[in-house]
């Protein structure tokens, strides 16, 4: 496990680059986001006004699904993590990664986005609640896990023009290793999205009225 550890980190250093330009990129895609909620036409935004009432509402009601929420969140983040793992191991793959991370990070943006437009300064606070600690935890592994996948992805294009030898055996390895530190992870994160995040949302909603 220690020598694992010590392989990721030495590939996280490696790909110095490469991990500035997705950090840069998930910025861009929550801002993006933002940006998009406050164009909005009148109808769309009446639409995500009514939603986040209702989601506000539930919560404090205790009308949640649980159960139901629990499987919705599980499954699709590990299907994502599965995706951006699977396009990791295919040849024009890398494109896809990196519009389905730009979208991950827009979502994000565009509920930051929508808790300030409707709640103003309130939003401020609400959005540091739904942000914090699970979308940053998020954001970050599938930034880990892209990494990992647009360097596999490109070991085999050069692989396959004869340009580099490569271990498949051991690059898999590795890259499964990834997978299930990030699906560990996010399962984690997933339950405290359901369990914790909509309490946290109610106390501070309650706080700042």
């Known amino acids: 496990m220690k020598k694992i550890l010590n392989n990721l980190r030495t590939r996280l250093h490696v790909n110095k680059n490469l991990f500035v330009f997705l950090v840069v990129m998930v910025i861009v895609g929550v801002t993006a986001g933002a940006f998009f909620s406050s164009v909005l036409g009148t109808e769309d935004k009446q639409l995500v006004t009514d939603y986040l009432n209702d989601f506000f509402n539930n919560s404090l009601n205790d009308n949640l699904e649980y159960n139901v929420s629990t499987s919705n969140t599980l499954i699709f983040t590990l299907v994502f993590s599965l995706v951006l793992w699977v396009l990791g191991i295919s040849v024009i793959g890398f494109v896809f990664i990196i519009v389905l991370l730009f979208i991950k990070s827009f979502i ?14 309130k939003g401020i606070l609400l959005s540091l609640g739904y942000v914090f600690p699970h979308h940053i935890v998020n954001l970050f592994i599938y930034i880990l896990l892209c990494a990992y996948a647009l360097c596999v992805s490109f070991r085999i294009i050069r692989a396959f023009t004869g340009k580099k030898e490569l271990d498949f055996k051991n690059v898999i390895n590795r890259y499964s290793f990834v997978l299930v530190f990030s699906l560990i992870v996010l399962t984690f994160t997933s339950l405290y999205e359901v369990y914790c995040m909509p309490a946290l949302m109610n106390f501070l909603v309650q706080l700042v009225n």
Not at 108 to 121: E, M
């Open 108 to 121: 994000v943006g565009f509920s930051i986005g929508s808790l300030i437009i409707n709640f103003k300064a």
